[in-house]
Structure formats: C-alpha cells, structure tokens
C-alpha cells in the first residue's frame, strides 16, 4: 500500500481544511487508517483513525469535536475534514495505514504517507 497525503495549506484560525490520503493497493479497505501529526520540536501524535468498516472512529481529546475522519472505500481514500483550527493545529499531518489497531501510537503502523503541511494563523 502506498499513501498520499495532500489539503494542507495555510488558514486563518476558526477556518477549515479537508485533507485527502489516497491509497494505492487492493488491500485498502481492510487497513484501519489514522491520521498523526508533528508540530516543529514535538513528537509525531495520534490525531484521528477509523477502521476498516468505517463504523467506529476514534479522536483524540484536542480535536475531538473539531475534526472528522471519513473513508471512501471506491476511492481508496480517507479524509480528515478540520473545522475551527486553531494555531495549535500547525503541524505536519501524516496518514498511516495498520492492519491491526488502533493503534494511538506510532509503532504498529505498516505504511505512512509523506505528509502535508497544516499552518494555522492567528
């Protein structure tokens, strides 16, 4: 599988971004996607996930409610759909793929994305 990352850009605070992860290989519908992301000086962190069905997902605390995770399965892609971002929110954003999870951390990832920039302005 192999993934590509691309919506980032630059918005005002209280603006709203969609990030698209594009996804080659047959097998995309059976990974559980996440999105992690790594702001200058900081360690790469759990954003959002949804799994293979697309019934559950999950947040974490700081953009929960904010932010949104979707998959389209025909399309091979999954979506993080931002609203209200805040100046917090500039970071480098990541999709990963896992055939387990999952998983909040970095490791039990199989793929990664090359990611895109996300720069909030306040």
């Known amino acids: 599988v192999q993934l590509q990352a691309s919506g980032g850009g630059l918005v005002q605070a209280g603006g709203s971004l969609r990030l698209s992860c594009a996804a080659s290989g047959r097998t995309f519908s059976s990974y559980t996607m996440s999105w992690f992301r790594q702001a200058p000086g900081k360690e790469r962190e759990f954003v959002a996930a949804i799994r293979s069905t697309g019934a559950t997902t999950y947040y974490a605390g700081s953009v929960k409610g904010r932010f949104t995770i979707s998959r389209d399965i025909a399309k091979n892609t999954v979506y993080l759909q931002m609203n209200s971002l805040k100046p917090e929110d500039t970071a480098v954003y990541y999709c990963?793929?896992?055939?387990?999870?999952?998983?909040?951390?970095?490791?039990?990832?199989?793929?990664w994305g090359q990611g895109t920039q996300v720069t909030v302005s306040s």
């Open positions: 990963a793929a896992t055939g387990g999870g999952p998983y909040t951390s970095n490791r039990g990832y199989d793929y």
